[in-house]
């Protein structure tokens, strides 16, 4: 019953974020600012993740397929396509669901419990259209780019990774890379990307929003929010994939 | 004027509000007062539709509030101005930014006309050269007089505010206590405070409404309150040697 709960007033909560913004140029401008705030400043921790990611990828995948029946080129094709399928979307989400999440819960739930929203509210604003509108939408719109970012710096570190280490000829992985490309696999990528980009901020907003109580209690709905936007994460990349590649 | 008629309010099983009926006239200075716990924080967000009543009615200037539509609830708000306990200034904004948000949001002022505006109404709570401060630069009496200047920059008709001079020094609250008057007088506003703050009472207190256990105890004004022989009201008022002393002294 408490799901039923939680899953009742999350949607009527969207149904006010999903409202006409009261101004259309304080909305763009909050907009860019969230693109600079989610987007941008995760940027660092996505290509140093992604790099390393490809690269380990890579040196696992030569390393336990020493087989002379498997072609070594293939070890590119398996580095580019867990990048795609999983890595870049999935994986990311993951950890942009801790670092955006938890940073969209806390700030909004010490607006809820300083009483900033309640000015708001009190001003006549539609609080949650306001606050959560523009994060949903920078991230939907940007969680893209640091998709495909991630997928081209990750299969970068395993070519890196071919050329310092020698696990397979660097060729060899090129060769791979562009072995049986299949497109509809970034479609893919792309298409859960923007699911988990609306999970990892509406769902962090939802638990800021309705956080009460002090400083204690905006820590715990900022665990509980990272905690729910993975297992909804994972659920999501569970159901797109039976949907899109089945 | 605000017109509260049989106001009732329960959390669950809780009667947080029984039965409260008064009226609060325009260009005075109208206060809530009782001890914590008493329900004068829910009557006040009551009133101002934070907490959706249970019964009763309230009127702004004979318009039913509580039963009224989100829509024409939202007109009344671009009346309403409020101060909140601990100034609920937005954190990552300036003190120009802060006091200019009404503005930006309701009005289609030019950059250069909300900037006089902004500056009029830091002049009223005479605050200079903070226009480019953050909250967190400024200290509490400061971020109080922002609040107040927020408050009233799009000119409100209603002015509610929430222990405005909570953890300040007693003679920065005396300083808070007389802006508030002051403005209320000049805007001819009808403004309603909450406060257990004994100097706003005497000093300040147009009208009071005592809240004992969630009923009204008592309403009069500050003169009246020193002749009251209201057991409960007194023994809240003139709890302390000093404000006895005064008691005394004053009768």
Redesign the interface.
Same mark, same amino acid.
């Given at each position: 019953m408490n799901l039923f709960y939680h899953i009742g007033k999350y949607a009527l909560l969207m149904k006010r974020v999903f409202t006409k913004p $009261?101004?259309r140029n304080?909305f763009f401008r909050l907009f860019i600012r969230e693109i600079e705030m989610l987007g941008v400043n995760s940027l660092g921790i996505v290509i140093i993740i992604s790099v390393f990611m490809g690269a380990v990828i890579t040196l696992q995948t030569a390393y336990n397929i020493e087989s002379p029946l498997i072609p070594t080129y293939l070890v590119g094709l398996t580095a580019r396509d867990s990048m795609i399928l999983e890595f870049s979307s999935t994986i990311v989400g993951l950890i942009l669901a801790g670092k955006v999440g938890s940073n969209i819960a806390s700030e909004i739930g010490?607006?809820r419990i300083? $009483?900033?929203i309640?000015?708001l $509210?009190?001003?006549?604003?539609n609080s949650a259209n306001y606050l959560i509108l523009p994060k949903i939408t920078a991230a939907v719109f940007i969680n893209p780019f640091l998709n495909i970012i991630s997928i081209f710096v990750g299969i970068i570190g395993g070519y890196l990774a071919t050329i310092f280490t020698f696990a397979i000829p660097p060729d060899q992985y090129i060769e791979g890379i562009h072995y049986a490309f299949i497109p509809f696999y970034v479609t893919y990528s792309i298409v859960k990307t923007i699911l988990f980009a609306f999970v990892i901020t509406s769902v962090p907003a939802y638990h800021g929003y309705y956080a009460t109580g002090g400083a204690l209690e905006v820590g715990r709905s900022s665990t509980r929010a990272v905690v729910y936007s993975s297992i909804l994460i994972l659920l999501i990349n569970v159901i797109t994939t039976q949907l899109m590649l089945a | 004027m605000i017109k509260l008629e049989n106001i009732s309010k329960s959390f669950g099983d809780k009667q947080v509000l029984n039965n409260i009926s008064s009226v609060f006239e325009k260009g005075k200075t109208n206060l809530i007062i009782g001890q914590s716990g008493s329900g004068k924080t829910v009557l006040l967000k009551s009133i101002i539709g934070l907490h959706q009543i249970d019964e009763g009615n309230i009127y702004y200037d004979n318009r039913e509030f509580s039963r009224m539509s989100e829509k024409k609830k939202k007109d009344i708000r671009k009346e309403i101005g409020m101060v909140f306990q601990g100034g609920a200034l937005f954190d990552s904004a300036t003190v120009e930014e802060n006091v200019g948000f009404p503005l930006e949001m309701f009005t289609d002022m030019s950059d250069e006309e909300k900037k006089e505006r902004v500056n009029f109404c830091l002049s009223k709570v005479n605050l200079e050269n903070v226009n480019h401060l953050y909250p967190a630069e400024i200290s509490g009496g400061m971020q109080k007089r922002v609040a107040i200047a927020r408050a009233i920059s799009l000119n409100p008709k209603y002015l509610f505010c929430d222990e405005p001079n909570s953890g300040l020094d007693p003679r920065t609250a005396i300083v808070i206590d007389q802006l508030i008057k002051e403005l209320t007088v000049e805007f001819n506003m009808t403004t309603v405070i909450n406060t257990h703050d004994m100097n706003s009472v005497i000093e300040i207190g147009d009208k009071i409404l005592y809240i004992y256990k969630g009923e009204k105890w008592w309403e009069g004004t500050n003169d009246e309150i020193l002749y009251t022989d209201n057991k409960e009201l007194n023994d809240f008022i003139f709890a302390s040697d000093l404000m006895r002393k005064f008691k005394k002294s004053q009768l």
């Open positions: $009261e101004k304080i010490t607006m300083s $009483e900033q309640d000015a $509210e009190i001003m006549g604003v | -």
